[in-house]
């Protein structure tokens, strides 16, 4: 008997031993750095046993592993789950609904614009990890020499402020942005038209884009573009170029994610050769009728996949990571808990941390639809050839429309 219950145990440590590795594939761009995440993973497996190995991709790879034969196969068990994704992901059935216990914890500790992202039918498919928005930047010095010594609250404020800035020969092109042919377009389109009164609520109308609050909002582009106060490069920019070219002093104006923060106290800090100049972080400007900032949602989410065998395992190891011992640990990245908002620490940390919390409460998510990813082809293509002038935006929005009815949605 003895003998028996020794090969027993034997066994049973083997096989915790040899036990799979969660699988985790996570984002190698924006966000937390993959190293913060590849300790924490460590940490999980010091206390409880369970190793977590990760696979770090480019974005536009994620959505592909995914709805390929890796996703199908079950090679992951804990996915980073971007918002755009969330209805196509759910409606193709490779995620696994957060639980009731789980989802209770999110919905009492994190505000509703940021859990919401990543919610579809009545269903919350990822924890809140990442709050990624957008903001308004501001160059001081340049602002200070066309007269000014705050930044915009309104559109028409920065309009004139812009308009104030070219006229002085304080600079060419005051505002510069990442307009290309890319998802940066749809963002643009999503919190400027947010601007005007727009509120991007899905759930009523899901699929009309043709509304007055969009068509104000590419007409304010189009017409500083006719103005000469957008870079006319901004129709061939990203937001990393972007970024690049605030930081080197050659825009009044831009917005941009968070990110940008960390890159401007870099520069000023390093040597990095880039000029040092006064710069502010303010909340998106608005149109004066409307009387709150807007901003677009690049919120992203913890997941575990249908297909995965370690499921309580996956959702503990997903709690752990998006903890709030883990995000107060790191605030260069806001935090999605309301716990950690008030903490001292966190005002003392982080400087831009009252705008943040300001902005974050005006989030706006794009069409929440399974096909979103032709849905946002059909924008971006329309969008830009207006910007390009091409046609008008009233022809733009009626093509969007149109073709949106043509494949069926």
Not at 116 to 131: H, I, K, Q, R, T
Not at 153 to 173: C, F, N, Q, S
Not at 321 to 335: A, K, N
């Amino acid at each position: 008997m003895a003998r028996w219950m020794f090969f027993t145990v034997l066994i049973l440590c083997a096989g915790f031993l040899s036990a799979e590795p969660l699988r985790v594939i996570y984002m190698a761009q924006a966000g937390y750095d993959p190293r913060d995440v590849e300790q924490r993973g460590r940490e999980f497996a010091e206390e409880t046993g369970i190793e977590v190995a990760f696979q770090f991709e480019e974005y536009e790879d994620i959505y592909d592993l995914l709805t390929g034969d890796s996703g199908k196969s079950g090679a992951f068990d804990v996915v980073l789950l971007d918002n755009i994704w969330t209805a196509d992901f759910a409606d193709r059935g490779i995620l696994e609904p957060v639980p009731d216990n789980l989802r209770s914890q999110v919905e009492a500790g994190v505000i509703y614009p940021i859990y919401s992202a990543n919610m579809y039918n009545g269903e919350l498919w990822g924890v809140p990890f990442l709050a990624n928005f957008q903001l308004l930047y501001t160059n001081m010095d340049l602002l200070s020499q066309a007269g000014f010594d705050s930044p915009p609250r309104t559109l028409e404020e920065m309009r004139h402020m812009a308009d104030t800035a070219k006229e002085k020969g304080v600079i060419e092109y005051p505002v510069f942005d990442s307009l290309r042919s890319e998802e940066v377009l749809v963002c643009e389109l999503v919190w400027l038209s947010g601007a005007f009164g727009h509120t991007w609520d899905s759930s009523s109308d899901p699929l009309l884009i043709d509304r007055a609050e969009n068509r104000k909002a590419l007409e304010y582009l189009i017409e500083l573009k006719q103005a000469g106060l957008l870079n006319p490069y901004s129709l061939n920019a990203g937001e990393m170029f972007s970024a690049e070219v605030f930081t080197w002093g050659d825009a009044l104006f831009t917005t941009n994610w968070t990110f940008l923060i960390g890159r401007l106290e870099e520069a000023s800090s390093n040597g990095s050769g880039a000029p040092v100049f006064n710069f502010r972080v303010s909340p998106l400007p608005y149109s004066r009728p409307i009387g709150s900032s807007s901003t677009v949602s690049g919120f992203q989410g913890l997941a575990v996949m249908k297909n995965s065998t370690q499921k309580t395992n996956a959702w503990r190891f997903i709690s752990y990571l998006s903890s709030p011992d883990f995000q107060r640990r790191y605030l260069h990245e806001f935090p999605v808990w309301r716990e950690v908002w008030s903490e001292p620490d966190t005002l003392r940390r982080d400087r831009y941390f009252d705008v943040k919390r300001i902005q974050v409460r005006g989030a706006k998510v794009r069409p929440v639809y399974p096909r979103y990813q032709e849905v946002s082809a059909i924008i971006r293509k329309w969008v830009f050839a207006a910007l390009e002038e091409k046609l008008s935006v009233g022809e733009a929005f009626r093509s969007i429309q149109r073709e949106i009815r043509e494949i069926g949605l």
